[in-house]
């Protein structure tokens, strides 16, 4: 991402006023971030890219906390990431268990970073999630990485399929259509078309067919 590169459009999800008014002045000082809003819970960030119209309104990358009143991080991701697909979702919490990492990234988030971090390395994490890289903190980077690579085996290229990628595979593998699979997982069909299109650009291939029989292939889905 160069200088002259388009603002990322950040939504902040983040329950602590202290913290949030401190990412909030961290990303106000760097130019290629925007910040669109700053809220306490997951159901206000869900109703704002409910109202979105269009791509220009939603966010490029969600800062999500974990430990929400009302509808916690982890079980919000699924849900934002269904009401807006291409967005990428960075979790920055307290909570170092790795249970709690797993979850997140298999849910779909793009990285984990602990807020004991600091503000460079946030921004920094900010911008290689953005360049369709992966921010895990040191602290737990190479256990997730083990893990995930044993649930969820990458592309060629070193992409990961996320868990809401891989039920849709293995449904593709079952040959229903999108519709099916769109009543099956109570998801709208444009959030699996959405999803579809990451699978085929991850796999590299152009139909349904060819992208059932390159995770065979690799690994991603088991032969049995």
């Given at each position: 991402m160069t200088e002259s590169a388009k603002p990322v459009k950040i939504l902040l999800v983040e329950d602590n006023p202290q913290y949030r008014r401190a990412i909030d002045l961290a990303l106000k000082r760097r130019p290629r971030f925007q910040l669109l809003l700053a809220t306490g819970t997951a159901e206000r960030a869900l109703e704002v890219l409910g109202r979105a119209r269009d791509a220009e309104e939603r966010p490029d990358l969600l800062l999500l906390d974990l430990n929400l009143p009302g509808m916690g991080g982890l079980a919000a991701i699924p849900r934002l990431l269904e009401t807006a697909p291409d967005m990428k979702i960075l979790v920055l919490s307290q909570s170092d268990k790795e249970a709690d990492v797993v979850k997140a990234i298999t849910a779909g988030a793009s990285g984990y970073m602990l807020k004991s971090s600091d503000m460079k390395q946030i921004t920094e994490s900010i911008l290689s999630v953005m360049e369709g890289g992966a921010a895990l903190d040191a602290k737990v980077a190479q256990y997730i990485l083990d893990t995930l690579r044993e649930k969820h085996p990458a592309t060629e290229d070193g992409h990961l399929i996320t868990g809401r990628e891989l039920e849709i595979l293995k449904l593709l593998a079952e040959g229903l259509v999108k519709k099916q699979?769109?009543?099956?997982?109570?998801?709208?069909?444009?959030?699996?078309?959405?999803?579809?299109?990451?699978?085929?650009?991850?796999?590299?291939?152009?139909?349904?067919?060819?992208?059932?029989?390159?995770?065979?292939?690799?690994?991603?889905?088991?032969?049995s």
């Open positions: 699979i769109a009543e099956h997982l109570q998801i709208s069909p444009f959030t699996v078309a959405a999803h579809v299109r990451s699978i085929y650009n991850k796999l590299q291939v152009v139909n349904a067919p060819a992208a059932v029989h390159q995770a065979y292939r690799k690994g991603i889905l088991p032969l």
